[in-house]
């Protein structure tokens, strides 16, 4: 059985999904080496295979109950037992709030695998939860994004209260200390981003070097600290232009007192104008 939905034109910041689907693999069946340019969680249902994080990595055998993230840009393999085959679900996405749920659920390129016994009540919501994902990427259209982020965050949830917490702010290691410092400047931004904010104002908040800064969401969101604020806004702006506000008004809303600039950065960003934007018809689509 294969069942799988992709979704070629995410269009969220926060969090988009990318790919879910359900496969009974062949035996043998093998996926890399080869990267990925988004994360994917994969949950195996039955059978057994391994997992070969990195080039130079000893294959890890997983069974049934065991889970297993892939990261972007980290070069993995993965292969089904010859005589027991796994059956898996995934899902698939990014977005710069992807790191930070994926922390929190305890999951990370050091933490890449997790177990869940098949028969537990954790394990069997995880399953239920996968399994419908792509049942609503083929069911009613209205409503389906909503549905599916709903899904997804509801899997990150779950995850989050069976596998974590994040280490705590008190955590003596250096990447733990720099995720941290990523978290407090994108929450930050997230409260403040409607006024006159500046990367200074960020860096001060955190109580970092605006370089250091730079440097670390260069390194875990693999963009700077202003072109974050800007797809923050921009994306606020978005969620406001299917409301009754002028176009200078949700400009002022997220940040911009100039409309001709909130013009000029919201076509940067999305490839058209703000008010075409407002205007156009719903050309999302999903193929199952």
């Known amino acids: ?31 890399g080496p080869g990267v990925r340019d988004h994360h994917v969680i994969h949950y195996i249902l039955s059978g057994r295979g391994i997992v070969a994080m990195d080039p130079m990595s000893v294959p890890v055998r997983l069974a049934a109950g065991d889970g297993f993230l892939i990261v972007p840009g980290r070069r993995t393999l993965y292969r089904a037992d ?4 796994w059956s898996y679900a995934w899902v698939g996405f990014n977005g710069l709030k992807a790191e930070a749920l994926l922390h929190e659920a305890g999951l990370s390129p050091r933490r890449p695998t997790f177990h869940l016994d ?7 919501a995880l399953a239920v939860a996968l399994r419908r994902l792509p049942e609503t990427a083929a069911g009613e259209r209205r ?26 702010p008190g955590d003596e290691s250096r990447a733990a200390r720099q995720e941290l410092y990523v978290r407090q400047a994108v929450e930050y931004i997230a409260r403040n981003y409607a006024g006159p904010l500046t990367i200074r104002d960020v860096a001060h908040h955190v109580g970092l070097d ?4 730079y440097a670390l969401f260069r390194e875990q ?4 600290p202003k072109e974050y604020l800007v797809r923050f806004r921009v994306e606020r702006a978005c969620g406001l232009l299917a409301g009754p506000l002028s176009i200078a008004e949700i400009g002022r809303s997220v940040g911009y007192e100039d409309p001709l600039s909130f013009s000029r950065v919201f076509r940067q960003v999305k490839g058209l104008p703000p008010s075409r934007y407002r205007n156009r018809s719903d050309s999302a689509t999903i193929n199952p």
């Not at 010859?82 to 085959?85: G, I, L, N």
């Not at 605006?210 to 800064?213: A, I, N, P």
């Open 221 to 224: 969101l693999r963009m700077t």
């Open 1 to 31: 059985m294969l069942l799988k939905a992709t979704f070629p034109d995410p269009g969220n910041t926060d969090l988009n999904l990318y790919k879910c689907g359900i496969e009974d693999c062949e035996p043998g069946h093998q996926w």
């Open 210 to 213: 605006r370089s250091y800064l």
């Open 143 to 168: 409503g389906r994004e909503a549905r599916l982020l709903s899904g997804l965050y509801g899997i990150l949830a779950q995850l989050s209260l069976v596998l974590g917490p994040a280490p705590a």
């Open 82 to 85: 010859d005589s027991d085959p």
């Open 118 to 124: 098949a028969d537990s009540p954790e394990g069997q």
